[in-house]
């Protein structure tokens, strides 16, 4: 939790954010990293010492030119947290618009593959390395209203897997982070009681992340993770039901 070089995707805000400046409190080197320069400089600016890198997830020559940065400014990078995600509605009984998929997909699966490629050298060059994926409860019990998301952060939660596995000989260790419902501007934040506070959900998984559990889950959804079985359609029946009932607010 220490001492470490610490590259982090989707990083100026929630729980990017969150992340990346609980570990910069610890004394670790922090990277972050977004789109948009002006917010990268605001949270650098906000966290003395952290640095930033300004790169576009879903474009494969500037991940590789990031992680070409990456490396030449910061040899001793050791740990890659991909949490970049976007989470757009859409409605799986209809026609979904290809374009809004494509960037669903390109972003939260072909992301991590891709970021997590063009560094996974330098991660086995170190003497310990971390990959930390950052899924979702929905990869277990989908979102009928957000499909797509879903889908993608399964997809990811089963790469995650498998890269364990694979990486079981090296000196990288691979951790999954699967979020509950925290409240931040993911979709709306919104201040509903059925979401997490985001100051609560950083610590539980920092404390968490300190172990070294594979699949880092904060209790209020374990129940949830380890549900699903041969009961999952009825499950994520009931799930998607109460939220029609009592939904998400969206509105300003």
């Known amino acids: 939790m220490t001492g470490n070089t610490i ?3 989707g990083s100026t805000s929630g729980i990017g954010r969150g992340l990346a400046e609980a570990f910069h409190k610890l004394g670790n080197k ?8 002006a917010l990268l400089d605001e949270v650098t600016a906000a966290n003395p010492g952290m640095e930033s890198i300004s790169f576009d997830v879903t474009d494969l020559a500037s991940i590789e030119a ?3 940065e990456l490396i030449s400014r910061f040899p001793t990078l050791n740990v890659l947290i991909n949490n970049a995600g976007i ?10 618009d290809d374009s809004v998929t494509q960037s669903i997909l390109t972003t939260n699966l072909l992301g991590p593959i891709r970021m997590t490629s063009a560094l996974i050298e330098q991660l086995k060059s170190q ?4 990959i930390i994926n950052n899924t979702s ?3 277990y019990v ?4 957000n499909a797509v998301y879903s889908a993608s952060k ?4 089963s790469y995650t897997l498998s890269q364990r596995f694979m990486l079981r000989d090296t000196s990288v260790r691979v951790q999954e982070i699967a979020p509950p419902w925290v409240d931040t501007d993911l979709i709306h934040k919104a201040g509903d009681p059925r979401a997490m506070p985001l100051d609560a959900f950083i610590a539980e998984t920092m404390e968490k992340l300190a172990t070294d559990d594979p699949e880092i889950v904060v209790d209020a959804i374990k129940a949830i993770r380890d549900n699903p079985g041969a009961n999952e359609h009825a499950l994520i029946h009931g799930f998607n039901l109460s939220l029609i009932e009592n939904p998400i607010p969206v509105g300003a």
């Open 7 to 9: 590259f982090i995707t």
């Open 30 to 37: 922090v990277i972050i990293a977004g789109r948009r320069k």
């Open 66 to 68: 990031a992680a070409r």
């Open 87 to 96: 989470m757009p509605f859409d409605d799986a009984s209809g026609a979904i």
């Open 127 to 130: 003497p310990e390395s971390v």
């Open 137 to 139: 409860v929905l990869a």
């Open 142 to 145: 989908p979102l009928a209203g």
């Open 154 to 157: 399964a997809a990811l939660h």
